[in-house]
């Protein structure tokens, strides 16, 4: 069992900038591809970047050019920097780990984890 963490999240400005980091708790978030995905009230949750284990990336048209992702997998862990924030950005961001991103990247994990989420708002 792999439990994720997710954190950095919180209250942003329009035009600011926010960090989030994803702590996987082994040893096989080298192996996986990790993505980030939202859910604001009322809709679905959604892709917002993903990276496979040699870094291939992937992002949704709204955040391109402004959110990166990122990871380090010495240290278990992936981010999500998020600069340009607007307050459509406004969601609950989760990390995932596994066969939910694995798929949408064209490879294969046969597991999947999710993180508790953590609130991003961006309000002046």
């Known amino acids: 069992q792999v439990q994720l963490v997710e954190s950095g999240g919180g209250l942003g400005q329009p035009g600011g900038s926010l960090r989030l980091s994803c702590a996987a708790s082994?040893?096989?978030?080298?192996?996986?591809?990790m993505g980030w995905y939202r859910q604001a009230p009322g809709q679905q949750r959604e892709l917002v970047a993903a990276?496979?284990?040699?870094?291939?990336?992937r992002y949704a048209d709204s955040v391109k050019g402004r959110f990166t992702i990122s990871r380090d997998n010495a240290k278990n862990t992936g981010y999500l920097q998020m600069n340009s924030l607007k307050a459509e950005d406004t969601a609950v961001y989760y990390c995932?780990?596994?066969?939910?991103?694995?798929?949408?990247?064209?490879?294969?994990?046969?597991?999947?984890?999710w993180g508790q989420g953590t609130q991003v708002t961006v309000s002046s």
């Open positions: 995932n780990v596994g066969s939910s991103t694995a798929q949408l990247m064209g490879v294969i994990n046969p597991y999947d984890y």
């Open positions: 990276i496979t284990n040699s870094g291939r990336t």
């Open positions: 082994g040893s096989i978030f080298r192996l996986s591809a």
